[in-house]
């Protein structure tokens, strides 16, 4: 049975992802299955243990579930995708992000690259940056965080600023519900240094809608005129926090 199981993650771990097939219903069982579909019922050596050895499994688990989500939220299609570990890289990523995805037409087989950071260990944190980059793999990556992204990741349930997205109590609960289904995400945070100023008395705050400024004080209150949001401190040094903003 385990060899069973083994040839059939290395059969899907090079395909892309579709959700377009899948039943838009989100499910409501609890029931536990291993990656063949077979039930694990209490008792069995596997019941109440992770189902996935490899954190790209549980990706792809996990991207499947909340692709749902999003399909039922709209009339838009989401496409086929590869999700992987890996960090943001590029202009777009700005050494800050979270989450990544690439478009398409960057990919040899036209599927975007989904990617979520290293530096994330929890589950819940893990399945909110997934579904926002399948948001941004659904309208396009050209779309930012305006237009048809902000109108489909409220539909599905996440909350603004949309570029640091949150999810609202309801999606919390549905996110809550696949992570029990999935079980514990197995990989361990890796904790990264950042490069910044040393010795300098400016720091550096960022509003919601990448405006930057530096001020010479730890307690800078002030909002943005555009996105009306709060500027918040970025540390300039120490670990790559959790806390980063989703930019792609």
Not at 200 to 210: A, V, Y
């Amino acid at each position: 049975m385990d060899s069973n199981r083994r040839a059939a993650r290395k059969a899907d771990a090079g395909r892309p992802l579709s959700v377009a097939a899948i039943d838009v219903a989100v499910q409501e069982d609890k029931v536990m299955k291993d990656p063949c579909g077979n039930e694990i019922k209490p008792g069995d050596p596997e019941y109440g243990k992770p189902q996935y050895d490899t954190r790209e499994a549980w990706l792809r688990a996990a991207a499947e579930r909340t692709g749902r989500l999003l399909a039922a939220a709209g009339p838009a299609t989401v496409p086929a995708f590869h999700v992987s570990v890996g960090f943001p890289k590029g202009h777009h990523g700005r050494g800050r992000a979270i989450g990544q995805c690439w478009p398409g037409e960057r990919s040899a087989d036209g599927a975007c690259h989904v990617f979520v950071c290293p530096t994330l260990g929890s589950a819940a944190e893990v399945l909110h940056v997934l579904l926002h980059e399948q948001v941004h793999a659904t309208v396009g990556c050209a779309e930012g965080h305006r237009g048809a992204f902000s109108k489909t990741a409220k539909a599905v349930g996440l909350q603004k600023p949309w570029t640091a997205t949150t999810p609202g109590p309801e999606l919390k609960a549905k996110l809550d519900g696949i992570q029990e289904e999935l079980g514990a995400y197995p990989h361990s945070a890796l904790a990264v240094p950042v490069r910044g100023l040393k010795g300098s008395r400016l720091r550096l705050w960022e509003c919601g809608c990448g405006v930057k400024v530096r001020v010479a004080s730890d307690d800078f209150r002030a909002t943005c005129g555009r996105c009306e949001e709060e500027f918040k401190e970025r540390a300039h040094e120490g670990v790559l926090s959790p806390e980063r903003r989703l930019r792609t």
